[in-house]
C-alpha cells in the first residue's frame, strides 16, 4: 500500500527559482529518501534523513524532517532546466524490513 | 559503468504470451528488488531477494514470478500477460550489512507493452 503522499501533484517554475516539493506519510518510519526520476529512465537516489534527524543538505538540495507531522520537504534552490524530473520519497519503516514504499511524486518542471 | 542493466528496454508482448525480463548487476549486492511502475504512479515493490531468499509482496498477482540464478542475474517471468501488466519494470539492488548505506540502486527499467 502506498505509505506517502507528495504535493504538489506537478510544479512549474522558472530557471533559478527554488522548488519546494512536500511529502506526508502514515505510519512510523526509521528512514525517509527522496529519488529523482527522468522521464522514461529509472530512479536516482539523492539524499536520505533518518528519523531522529531533522534536516540535511547536500549540494543544491535541502531535505527537511518532522517526525511529530509525519512530513518531510525536499527544497532545491537555484534550480536548473536539467533538474526536471519526477521526485519521489520513499519511506523505511524498519531496520529489519528496508523495503521502500513510495509516495506518489511531484513532476518538476523547471522553464529555462 | 553501467551498475544495473535491464534488458531490453523495450518489449513487446500479446496478450497471454510469456514474457521474460532480465537484470544484471555489477555492484555484487545481495539484495535485489522488482517494481513495476504503471504511467505516472509510483513504483510498486512486487518482491525482492535477500540473497537466495525471495519474498514476495502480500498482492503481487501469481501471474508474476522470479527467479535469480546467482547473484548477478535477476529474472521476472509474467505467465500471461493481460493488458493490465503494461508498465515500466524496475530492477533495483541494494548491499546489506553493518555499515552499507541503505539506498537502491535502480537500471534504466524495462517498458513492457502488452498487445
Known amino acids: 500500500s502506498q505509505q506517502g503522499e507528495e504535493d504538489p501533484q506537478a510544479l512549474s517554475i522558472q530557471e533559478g527559482e527554488n522548488a519546494t516539493m512536500n511529502c506526508s506519510y502514515k505510519?512510523?518510519?526509521?528512514?525517509l529518501q527522496w529519488y529523482r526520476q527522468n522521464s522514461g529512465r529509472g530512479l536516482v537516489h539523492l539524499i536520505l534523513?533518518?528519523?531522529?534527524?531533522r534536516e540535511k543538505h547536500s549540494g543544491r538540495l535541502r531535505v527537511t524532517l518532522d517526525t511529530s507531522k509525519k512530513s518531510s520537504s525536499l527544497l532545491i534552490t537555484a534550480s536548473r532546466a536539467a533538474d526536471t524530473a519526477s521526485y519521489f520519497c520513499?519511506?523505511?519503516?524498519?531496520?529489519?524490513?528496508?523495503?521502500?514504499?513510495f509516495g506518489s511524486g511531484t513532476q518538476l518542471t523547471v522553464l529555462p | 559503468d553501467a551498475m544495473v542493466i535491464q534488458n531490453p528496454r523495450y518489449q513487446v508482448t500479446q496478450f497471454g504470451k510469456p514474457v521474460t525480463l532480465s537484470c544484471s548487476q555489477t555492484l555484487n549486492h545481495n539484495v535485489m528488488y522488482w517494481y513495476q511502475q504503471k504511467s505516472s504512479q509510483a513504483p510498486k515493490l512486487l518482491f525482492h531477494y535477500y540473497d537466495k531468499d525471495f519474498n514476495n509482496e502480500a498482492d503481487t498477482p501469481d501471474n508474476f514470478q522470479s527467479r535469480r540464478p546467482n547473484t548477478s542475474f535477476c529474472f521476472l517471468d509474467i505467465r500471461s500477460p493481460g493488458l493490465g501488466d503494461a508498465a515500466m519494470y524496475l530492477c533495483?539492488?541494494?548491499?546489506?550489512?553493518?555499515?552499507?548505506?541503505?539506498?537502491?540502486?535502480f537500471g534504466p527499467g524495462t517498458r513492457l507493452l502488452v498487445l
Open positions: 533495483a539492488t541494494r548491499a546489506s550489512g553493518v555499515g552499507t548505506k541503505e539506498t537502491q540502486y
Open positions: 534523513i533518518r528519523s531522529n534527524e
Open positions: 520513499a519511506t523505511v519503516l524498519s531496520s529489519s524490513a528496508r523495503q521502500l514504499t
Open positions: 505510519t512510523s518510519i526509521n528512514n
